[in-house]
């Protein structure tokens, strides 16, 4: 069963409209879909209206992915299966929604002192109706010239520990779980290898993460080397936390994943995606 429980549309910072991701998804022969646009549930929601009135096997399941903070780290938590109109979750998108206008506007004055001036509104033109994110920002850079790519943008001014990287408008991590778990959704931390952080570092983030009622951790995200998979196998075993998998899709590339992941490649561990396995 090829299952994807972590993928991204034009709502937040991927390439395709939440329709052409589900389409997608079908001609792949992904079985169960989960869209998880940072901190909205715009794509979802336009994808499931499209779900409603076409014809297809995918089974496509509610999600997002909120940012949060734990110990000086900006941590990506995914929310599976949420209710996305429970006053829980309206909270929380709301919050989040202020949260990504006060950084906007940080991260364009941080800009400004560099001498990019009208980052803001530039970034804001290339968001539209999406989520206002740092990939905004490095695309009004390539258009003003300022940078070669957006790769370069994040290299020099956006990326971890640069100019724009702004954190502290984001939620404590406690904060964000309760809020999906309130929902009626699964907390799972999204690429937990991708924080750097020391094992026992890990491990502390892990146990407090449990503690605010969370439940699952991602195994597989996008392309991994297997030993790392298998690391991730281990805690979840340690810590008796669910596995989820996804491939984290934005848009085709050369080095990304492509959408769906064999589930049948981590039989005898409690996936997240067993909870939906019963007929819709």
């Given at each position: 069963?090829?299952?994807?429980?972590?993928t991204?549309?034009?709502?937040?910072?991927?390439?395709?409209?939440?329709?052409?991701?589900?389409?997608?998804?079908?001609?792949?022969?992904?079985?169960?879909?989960?869209?998880?646009?940072?901190?909205?549930?715009?794509?979802?929601?336009?994808?499931?209206?499209?779900?409603?009135?076409s014809?297809?096997?995918?089974?496509?399941?509610p999600?997002?992915?909120?940012?949060?903070?734990?110990?000086?780290?900006?941590?990506?938590?995914?929310?599976?299966?949420?209710?996305?109109?429970?006053?829980?979750?309206?909270?929380?998108?709301?919050?989040?929604?202020?949260?990504?206008?006060?950084?906007?506007?940080?991260?364009?004055?941080?800009?400004?002192?560099?001498?990019?001036?009208?980052?803001?509104q530039?970034?804001?033109?290339?968001?539209?109706?999406?989520?206002?994110?740092?990939?905004h920002?490095?695309?009004?850079?390539?258009?003003?010239?300022?940078?070669?790519?957006?790769?370069?943008?994040?290299?020099?001014?956006?990326?971890?520990?640069?100019?724009?990287?702004?954190?502290?408008?984001?939620?404590?991590?406690?904060?964000?779980?309760?809020?999906?778990?309130?929902s009626?959704?699964?907390?799972?931390?999204?690429?937990?290898?991708?924080?750097?952080?020391?094992?026992?570092?890990?491990?502390?983030?892990?146990?407090?993460?449990?503690a605010?009622?969370?439940?699952?951790?991602?195994?597989?995200?996008?392309?991994?080397?297997?030993?790392?998979?298998?690391?991730?196998?281990?805690?979840?075993?340690?810590?008796?936390?669910?596995?989820?998998?996804?491939?984290?899709?934005?848009?085709?590339?050369?080095?990304?994943?492509?959408?769906?992941?064999?589930?049948?490649?981590?039989?005898?561990?409690?996936?997240?995606?067993?909870?939906?396995?019963v007929?819709?």
């Amino acid at each position: 069963m090829l299952i994807d429980f972590h993928t991204h549309t034009s709502a937040s910072d991927g390439a395709l409209d939440p329709c052409e991701l589900l389409a997608r998804a079908r001609s792949a022969g992904v079985d169960v879909l989960a869209i998880t646009d940072h901190d909205t549930v715009a794509g979802y929601e336009a994808a499931a209206a499209y779900h409603t009135h076409s014809a297809g096997g995918t089974r496509l399941i509610p999600g997002v992915e909120l940012s949060c903070q734990w110990s000086g780290t900006t941590i990506h938590i995914l929310g599976i299966g949420i209710v996305c109109e429970h006053p829980a979750m309206r909270e929380a998108l709301l919050h989040m929604a202020q949260a990504r206008q006060q950084r906007g506007k940080a991260i364009a004055a941080r800009l400004a002192a560099r001498g990019f001036d009208g980052a803001l509104q530039g970034a804001l033109a290339q968001a539209g109706s999406s989520q206002l994110g740092r990939p905004h920002f490095a695309a009004w850079m390539v258009a003003q010239g300022h940078v070669r790519n957006e790769n370069e943008a994040f290299d020099r001014y956006l990326g971890q520990g640069k100019t724009g990287d702004v954190k502290a408008f984001w939620p404590q991590m406690a904060e964000v779980v309760g809020w999906i778990v309130a929902s009626g959704g699964a907390a799972v931390v999204a690429h937990p290898l991708k924080y750097r952080f020391t094992g026992m570092k890990l491990r502390r983030m892990i146990v407090d993460f449990e503690a605010a009622g969370g439940s699952g951790i991602e195994v597989l995200s996008g392309s991994q080397p297997r030993d790392q998979v298998d690391h991730l196998l281990r805690l979840a075993s340690e810590y008796g936390l669910e596995i989820s998998v996804g491939s984290d899709f934005h848009r085709d590339s050369t080095y990304g994943a492509g959408l769906g992941v064999e589930s049948a490649h981590f039989e005898g561990v409690r996936g997240v995606w067993e909870r939906w396995l019963v007929p819709a």
